[in-house]
């Protein structure tokens, strides 16, 4: 008689409840997105293998290493298997998941800023080892400022060493095979494809926004990692372990110089009296009249609005009269 396999401890661990959102709700939430914005668009009449090989996507990577390089690799098999299964697509590139990738902000800390170097090199690792396409990685002071220059040379610095010196760029899928990664994986890419299926059951995409369900999703998340956090269960390292004497910051802190907004101030006011005032005029009225027919493709009148000099908030400001402003709806 067969004994039974041996239960494997790490991967009867919980996913970390905001990662998991991350990856449900939020590459869930994307794919939904990307598949409705598809078939609207194939509704058109554009075949989908015309203009599938132009989309892109934006992740954020979050702390648990082998975690987000799963989630990665999984949100690349779903896109895949949508993109085909739903929308017939056949070319490769149809199919392929071009993503940028940003480090997480929410992972750095004020306490002991030098430790975010370490953070946003593990995290821009993962990203490229999920198969990131271009990178972001945050400055080590983003906890206080914008960055110093300081700082972003050596988030620059970051992935350039990642990039020229750990040669993990020269293999495709390099984890690829792993027993714990092929298993973290599959196991994320069952719970994202349950979770897309049951916005599905919603009625949709739109249907599952206007009822709140990302955003409570997302909240009970969020709110979960807190808690933990403040437990102690969730390790932060400078905040709720190692925790040391807090001190003023050992590294420049960016102050943005008022001279700034003076200099953009008068180089907006220079583009308003040089530009054709009558133009703009009868152009924001056209965007404010398309506005009012939600058939009506708003991106050409926008397009010769700029080419006019109207700056973005003159455009918003006019969007803003015919629609009104989003006002988050609270859920808890």
Request: proline share 5%; with cysteine; aromatic share 6%.
């Amino acid at each position: 008689m067969n004994a039974a396999p041996a239960r494997d401890p790490y991967l009867e661990l919980p996913l970390d409840g905001v990662r998991l959102i991350e990856a449900s709700a939020g590459t869930g939430k994307t794919f939904t997105l990307a598949t409705l914005v598809t078939r609207l668009v194939v509704e058109r009449g554009l075949g989908v293998d015309e203009f599938a090989p132009r989309l892109a996507f934006y992740f954020v990577a979050q702390a648990d290493f082998f975690e987000e390089v799963a989630k990665f690799r999984a949100a690349r098999r779903i896109y895949a298997r949508l993109m085909k299964e739903r929308f017939g697509a056949t070319k490769a590139e149809s199919m392929r998941l071009r993503f940028h990738c940003q480090t997480a902000a929410a992972t750095l800390t004020k306490a002991q800023p030098v430790n975010n170097i370490i953070r946003t090199a593990l995290q821009a690792l993962s990203a490229v080892l999920g198969g990131a396409q271009s990178l972001h990685t945050n400055g080590m002071d983003e906890a206080y400022a914008i960055p110093s220059e300081e700082a972003m040379k050596i988030a620059l610095r970051t992935q350039q060493v990642i990039a020229l010196e750990t040669n993990v760029t020269s293999v495709v899928d390099p984890l690829g095979g792993s027993y714990y990664v092929e298993a973290l994986t599959n196991r994320v890419e069952a719970e994202v494809m349950a979770i897309l299926a049951k916005v599905d059951a919603m009625g949709g995409t739109i249907k599952a926004i206007e009822e709140g369900f990302f955003q409570r999703e997302i909240a009970d998340s969020a709110y979960d990692f807190a808690r933990r956090k403040a437990a102690g269960e969730a390790a932060v390292i400078g905040v709720n372990v190692l925790v040391e004497p807090s001190e003023p910051p050992a590294i420049p802190i960016h102050k943005v110089d008022p001279a700034v907004e003076a200099r953009q101030i008068r180089r907006l006011t220079e583009v308003r009296r040089r530009r054709d005032r009558a133009l703009v005029d009868r152009l924001l009225e056209r965007l404010e009249r398309e506005a009012r027919e939600p058939a009506t493709n708003l991106m050409p009148v926008t397009i010769e609005l700029v080419r006019a000099r109207a700056s973005l908030g003159e455009i918003a400001a006019r969007l803003r009269k015919i629609w009104g402003s989003y006002i988050e709806r609270p859920v808890f």
